[in-house]
């Protein structure tokens, strides 16, 4: 335990102090938030209650949570992980950090966004109070979690610049196809199936509900908790792929 | 102390903490290690000597855990390999593993500090690897001596009872693998065993209390850096222009142990030159370009890692 702490603390310390993480990480949604409440002002949202709130906080979410997958190809491909594999530290502990890691992230991102809505905008036709505020900001960041272990997922299986290519592409689907935007209801069927299957619709739907003073769909936590495990489990096996090789 | 060239692995002793008995290892059609039978005793420095190809690193990495042997079984501290690296007892230098970036030099040191029970204090680890001044640096902004000098600090920082280094000089100049291996020299404490691999016969010489010869995956010499030079020792290379000297009639000369062709010239290796250049000058006297050198370090090893290993 004290190990994997160990680990935790450089790998937090290692990557806040990064500048570069920090702005596209963190000042990125919230700019984009921004600039898009600027563009459109008032217009009645799209989809659901909360609803740029909700799909921009989303959007950090896929942004950080993906963001596992850059760092572990990269330390795949230039040894560093076979290095921690002649150590004490487990494996499975490596992982773990590296998702808490950007799970610290997605919380103070989804938050910033929410912070800028409360601050900015005009809750987009939902009155949220306090408890409110901060239920969507948790809830929207636990549903984080299967986005964080499909990053871990991808930077365990392929190594140095194609992990940034999965990566990128990971995004670009969650993004585009992943209810963020454009609800499926406005998709075509198949997409739209797709759609709903994916965990950034998830976090979407865990938003909505929480901003619409619901309970967030068992379809959708199903979703997540599929997600989560399937991910989880791929990325335990790929790396001991990546261990054996 | 060495053991005896080619001894065939006995069972385990008190004193033996690493162990292959038979272990072969192969990729597809490669067998990169062939057959290797060997001990290494509590308190010894050994040198995994052999050319490129020869199969230090899967040696090092069977030795590890991080592969397992297609046959035969290697021991570490009497168990597993993966078990004696989970309970900390060996603290390793991977040839070539990079560091993470945006990390600072004492937070590394602190990483394996915080996995290892009883590790070296971080000034201790500093100072052993003269990192005092850049031990607040962010690894990205290190020269390549330093980067070698961390990755050595992470190897030692755990205060582990068996080093081992992977061609822990193979990207340094003459001085700094001098000021290597002094540094290294210091910082074995008695009672640490070290294995290191490398292909400077140089390196073994003078690093190490005993020498394990290896080329094609198999062990080629073991034991005293002066009893594996003696076996190397005594040979020459003459060499010619090779302009269609057929090698047949080459290898039959008297003496000759070995013939190599490197652009456009024979070499033969020989343990009597007088003899094999008199009997080339008869078959052949319109030989171009006769050049006869006796062998140094380097030449006799290469002849003994070519002559019976050969396939790299």
Redesign the interface.
């Known amino acids: 335990m004290?190990?994997w702490?160990?680990?935790l603390?450089?790998e937090a310390?290692?990557?806040w102090?990064?500048r570069e993480i920090l702005i596209f990480r963190l000042g990125l949604p919230t700019a984009i938030y921004l600039i898009l409440t600027a563009a459109q002002g008032d217009t009645p949202p799209s989809s659901g209650p909360g609803g740029r709130i909700v799909a921009v906080a989303a959007l950090g979410a896929v942004i950080s949570g993906v963001a596992a997958g850059p760092?572990l190809g990269?330390?795949r491909?230039?040894?560093?992980l076979?290095?921690l594999?002649?150590?004490?530290?487990?494996p499975s502990a490596a992982v773990a950090a590296k998702v808490v890691v950007a799970m610290s992230f997605a919380l103070p991102s989804i938050a910033l966004v929410a912070a800028a809505g409360a601050m900015v905008g005009d809750n987009e036709g939902t009155a949220l109070g306090w408890t409110q505020w901060l239920r969507l900001v948790g809830l929207m960041w636990l549903a984080t979690t299967p986005i964080t272990a499909l990053g871990a997922l991808i930077g365990l299986t392929f190594g140095g610049e194609a992990a940034h290519g999965a990566t990128t592409l990971a995004f670009v689907v969650l993004w585009l196809a992943g209810g963020i935007f454009t609800p499926p209801s406005q998709m075509p069927d198949a997409l739209a199936t797709i759609s709903r299957a994916l965990p950034s619709w998830g976090v979407v739907q865990v938003g909505e509900s929480v901003a619409g003073g619901a309970s967030p769909p068992a379809a959708a936590l199903a979703v997540l908790a599929a997600w989560t495990v399937g991910a989880g489990a791929l990325a335990a096996l790929a790396w001991r792929r990546v261990?054996?090789? | 102390m060495s053991t005896d060239n080619n001894t065939p692995a006995s069972p385990t002793t008190p004193e033996s903490i690493a162990a292959f008995e038979g272990v072969t290892r192969r990729y597809g059609q490669v067998t990169a290690v062939d057959g290797l039978s060997l001990q290494i005793q509590r308190g010894q420095t050994v040198a995994l000597l052999g050319p490129n190809g020869a199969g230090k690193t899967t040696t090092v990495e069977l030795l590890l855990g991080l592969l397992t042997p297609d046959q035969g079984v290697v021991r570490l501290f009497g168990g597993a390999p993966a078990a004696a690296v989970a309970a900390g007892r060996v603290g390793v230098m991977l040839q070539d593993a990079g560091l993470p970036q945006g990390a600072k030099v004492a937070e590394l040191i602190g990483l394996i500090r915080g996995l290892y029970a009883q590790p070296l204090s971080l000034a201790d680890a500093l100072r052993l690897t003269d990192l005092e001044d850049v031990a607040g640096r962010q690894t990205q902004r290190l020269s390549g001596g330093q980067r070698q000098r961390v990755r050595l600090a992470l190897a030692l920082a755990g205060n582990p009872e068996l080093l081992v280094l992977d061609e822990p000089t193979a990207a340094l100049d003459v001085e700094a693998r001098r000021a290597f291996w002094e540094r290294t020299r210091e910082s074995v404490v008695a009672g640490r065993t070290v294995l290191f691999a490398t292909h400077r016969l140089e390196e073994a010489d003078t690093v190490a209390d005993r020498v394990v010869v290896i080329a094609g995956g198999r062990l080629l010499a073991d034991g005293t850096p002066d009893h594996v030079k003696s076996q190397a020792a005594g040979r020459s290379t003459v060499s010619m222009a090779a302009d269609g000297l057929p090698r047949e009639l080459l290898e039959r000369l008297p003496a000759v142990a070995a013939v190599e062709e490197d652009r456009g010239r024979l070499t033969l290796s020989t343990t009597d030159p007088d003899a094999t250049v008199r009997a080339l000058l008869q078959q052949a006297p319109d030989v171009q370009g006769l050049e006869v050198t006796r062998a140094g370090m380097e030449e006799a090893f290469l002849q003994l890692t070519h002559e019976e290993g050969g396939t790299s």
């Open positions: 004290s190990g702490l160990a680990y603390w450089l310390k290692r990557q102090r990064d760092t990269d330390e491909a230039n040894g560093w076979r290095q594999r002649t150590t004490p530290l487990r261990v054996a090789r």
